[in-house]
């Protein structure tokens, strides 16, 4: 039985889909103006984690993740380069569909863009209008929290609380608001920028953010949804907001388990770019294989923070290289079922438990263990390799021969010598052998 988390409650619940086998998922995604943080990833890997064990466990999951394709970030940026924001945004999407894919997250069922879904956003807050939820100042829209029931309900705050915390987060529109918790659903176009706005009934602008995933999770899951998740910081206001606008259009429960994963913190401090300790996942996979990056991103309970370090990342280098020759390795001799079978049902045991993935981990190594005790064949090899993959990790039989490995040796050291023209050499005909390397700081790694 899967017991989840649920942020709202604060809780465990036992795991119950609302359409029988089926699991209706949506994942908040990037606002796509820059290369992903290691903050990003670190949410990206844990919500795939949870989605494939779900699929190892036979549930059929619908995942959805958004691109916020609509942001001031994004039309400054696109007007700074000369083009259109569909093209810059296109161009951010496809660097971190790339940049995903090397860490082995699996696509997205769908990956809706909020420009294609501006007929909707404008229909959803008409409802919210009618029915008397939301109001009209000067073009801008905004949802009368004072209306809504329970409003805070995620934060588990007063709206004494609340407001005092959102202080820092009162805009230029705060002008127009009836109360400050009020949150904007369409704002009025400053014509700042001669794209990114569209026709309304109440004039030329765009929508506020947190509308966005309100209707991209109705039109593609429907009403009511299973799991909804996202980083610890979107539980006020983003997803507070997304509760009391989805809620007051359809008099239903929006989301049945709230899931929010930890931070990631930069040698013991906060990540930021004032402190100069901002990491992303691009820069991270120009040093070091994507399956090292995954499985350490993978390896601590979703819930809580991460603390990243480089020497860290080599140790869990370290670590999932025993576990790659552990797959590796020729099959030994028969085995004991009953065996194999006990580290399956403990290895459930800790993923049930709220997709506890430090302690399913810890099983796994105790699997290897077992595995090189003299207790491989096929079917172990399936096992151990399915369990993998549920952090990411795609094994592969690929046993370098001698040949691959005496040209990196002689890679290694073209490059420490600056003969980059032999490195070059060399690095091409292991191309033509079907090896990719990368360049670091401590010699060549190879993606396999």
């Not at 007929?119 to 949802?143: C, H, P, Q, R, S």
Request: hydrophobic share 35%.
């Amino acid at each position: 039985m899967i017991k989840i988390y649920d942020s709202l409650t604060r809780k465990f619940k036992e795991f119950i889909p609302i359409n029988g086998n089926q699991v209706l998922m949506y994942v908040c995604g990037p606002t796509v103006y820059d290369y992903i943080h290691i903050g990003n990833a670190r949410s990206i890997a844990a919500f795939d984690t949870i989605r494939k064990y779900l699929e190892y466990r036979g549930y059929i999951v619908k995942f959805v993740s958004n691109f916020t394709d609509i942001d001031d970030r994004i039309l400054k940026r696109a007007k700074k380069e000369g083009i259109a924001p569909r093209e810059f945004s296109n161009k951010y999407i496809q660097k971190f569909s790339n940049d995903i894919k090397k860490i082995h997250v699996k696509k997205a069922d769908c990956n809706p863009r909020v420009s294609d879904y501006m007929n909707e956003i404008i229909a959803f807050i008409e409802i919210l209008k009618d029915k008397g939820f939301a109001y009209e100042t000067e073009g801008n829209v905004f949802f009368d929290v004072s209306k809504s029931k329970d409003y805070g309900k995620l934060a588990k705050k007063s709206l004494d609380e609340l407001l005092t915390g959102a202080s820092g987060r009162l805009g230029e529109e705060n002008k127009y608001k009836l109360n400050d918790l009020d949150f904007v659903l369409w704002k009025s176009s400053k014509n700042e920028f001669s794209e990114g706005e569209w026709q309304s009934p109440w004039g030329k602008g765009r929508p506020g953010w947190h509308i966005e995933c309100s209707v991209m999770s109705l039109e593609t899951l429907g009403e009511s949804i299973d799991i909804h998740g996202g980083g610890a910081d979107l539980e006020f206001p983003h997803h507070t907001n997304e509760i009391a606008q989805s809620e007051a259009k359809t008099g239903k429960k929006f989301v049945n388990y709230w899931m929010h994963n930890g931070f990631v913190n930069i040698n013991d401090e906060k990540m930021s770019k004032s402190l100069g300790n901002f990491v992303t996942l691009r820069d991270l996979l120009s040093e070091y294989d994507g399956d090292v990056i995954r499985f350490f991103l993978s390896a601590q309970h979703y819930r809580k923070p991460i603390n990243f370090s480089v020497n860290l990342l080599h140790e869990y280098e370290k670590k999932l290289k025993y576990l790659k020759n552990t797959y590796r390795q020729t099959f030994s001799s028969s085995i004991i079922i009953n065996e194999l079978n006990k580290y399956i049902a403990d290895f459930n045991r800790e993923m049930e438990a709220d997709f506890n993935a430090a302690n399913a981990l810890t099983v796994i190594f105790e699997f290897a263990h077992w595995i090189n005790s003299g207790n491989y064949n096929d079917i172990v090899k399936e096992e151990f390799k399915k369990m993998m993959h549920i952090f990411g990790v795609e094994l592969s039989d690929t046993i370098l021969s001698e040949e691959v490995t005496k040209l990196i040796e002689r890679r290694n050291i073209a490059k420490k010598e600056k003969n980059y023209i032999l490195a070059d050499q060399l690095r091409d005909k292991l191309g033509e052998m079907g090896i990719k390397v990368i360049d670091t700081s401590e010699g060549v790694r190879i993606i396999e």
